[in-house]
């Protein structure tokens, strides 16, 4: 169990470095004021991977992920406020390009096994891709609207 934390922990630190990279690059928040965000989500998902491996039940990480960060938040909860402030500090788009990046290259050194899924999983995921997109975008179209801005 120790080495998984050890390894979860170098993991989401390679993550959290190339995130703050591109939070500085592509929304000009210096690296120094994000580094607290940041090691608040690396803190709650190590947290999440953890109750995963020791709780029984068959809840995935990620559910332990959301209810940890959702409770650590909440109005009320000794230091939320500074969760909140230091979290804002860490864009979301800037943690999905490096965990996209993986997920890219992961796929792209397994080609051979995502090949043998079938035609009809490409297919899937062509549509999963594409309603993912344009359902972005007709969110993205209608909250603009809403605000005024287009």
Do not use: C, H
């Not at 990279?21 to 947290?47: E, K, Q």
């Amino acid at each position: 169990m120790l080495k998984n934390i050890t390894e979860w922990f170098l993991i989401l630190g390679i993550f959290g470095l190339s995130a703050l990279i591109g939070n500085w690059a592509g929304y000009d928040i210096l690296p120094s004021a994000a580094i607290p965000g940041m090691l608040v989500l690396i803190v709650i998902s190590v947290l999440g991977l953890i109750l995963e491996k020791v709780l029984p039940g068959n809840i995935p990480s990620v559910g332990y992920i959301g209810i940890i960060g959702i409770i650590v938040s909440i109005p009320g909860v000794p230091g939320s406020e500074y969760v909140v402030e230091w979290t804002t500090q860490v864009n979301i788009l800037a943690l999905a390009t490096p965990i996209l990046a993986y997920a890219g290259i992961s796929i792209g050194k397994n080609w051979a096994d995502f090949s043998k899924l079938g035609w009809r999983s490409i297919i899937v995921a062509v549509f999963v891709f594409f309603g993912t997109f344009i359902g972005s975008a007709v969110i993205a179209e209608i909250i603009l609207r809403m605000q005024g801005i287009i």
